[in-house]
Structure formats: C-alpha cells, structure tokens
C-alpha cells in the first residue's frame, strides 16, 4: 500500500504548515496512523499519533501545543497541522499505519510508510 504524503515546504521560523497524507484504502479506518520525521544524520522519530477512530493521539514532547494530528476516515486522509514552527523542527516527515486499535511509538509496529515530505524552517 502506498502511503502518499505531502504539504512540506519551505517556511520562516513562526509560520505554519499543514501535511496530508492520503491512503488509498477503504480500510483505512481500521489502522492507527502516525508521523515521524527524521533529519540528516539522524534517526527517525516519533512525532505524533492517531487511533483508528481519531478518539486518542499522542504526541512526542517538543511537539505538544503546536502540532496537531488529525484523520477523516471519509477521505482516508491523515493530517498534521504544525503552528510556530522552530528551526529544530526541520526534517523529512513520514506518515506511517500500524494495525493497532491504539496509539503506539514503536516504529517497528509501522508496516507501511509513505515517501516523505521534506519541511525546512529557517530561522
């Protein structure tokens, strides 16, 4: 399955941005999604995640109160509203599903990722 990711770019310190990615499943609903992003040189991270019914997200600790993940299971499209963007938060940022009900840091438990969409903050 090919997750689609998109929406990154290139934005001054304080702007904002959302990222989509689109599955094209009409399973969707039945996966816990989640994005990660990961700088040069770096390891991937976790940055936030969704159950399958939107109802319980989790966020990593430098992301909370700015980002925001989101889902519609209509559109099979997950979402992450980022606001007051810092430098530190540039990175290439994969969208990722795992099969479980709930939320989940482990990236091991993602089996299908998306191609990435690059997001750069200048300060």
């Known amino acids: 399955v090919q997750l689609q990711a998109y929406g990154g770019g290139l934005v001054q310190a304080g702007d904002s941005l959302r990222l989509s990615c689109v599955a094209p499943?009409?399973?969707?609903?039945?996966?816990?999604m989640a994005w990660f992003r990961q700088a040069p040189g770096q390891e991937r991270e976790f940055v936030a995640a969704?159950?399958?019914?939107?109802?319980?997200?989790d966020y990593t600790d430098s992301v909370k109160g700015r980002f925001v993940i989101s889902r519609d299971n209509a559109k099979t499209t997950l979402y992450l509203q980022m606001n007051s963007l810092k430098p530190d938060d540039t990175a290439n940022y994969f969208c990722?599903?795992?099969?479980?009900?709930?939320?989940?840091?482990?990236?091991?438990?993602?089996?299908?990722w998306g191609q990435g969409t690059q997001v750069t903050v200048s300060s």
């Open positions: 969704i159950s399958r019914g939107g109802d319980s997200t």
């Open positions: 990722a599903r795992t099969r479980r009900w709930g939320t989940t840091r482990d990236h091991n438990l993602y089996d299908s």
């Open positions: 499943l009409r399973t969707f609903g039945s996966y816990a």
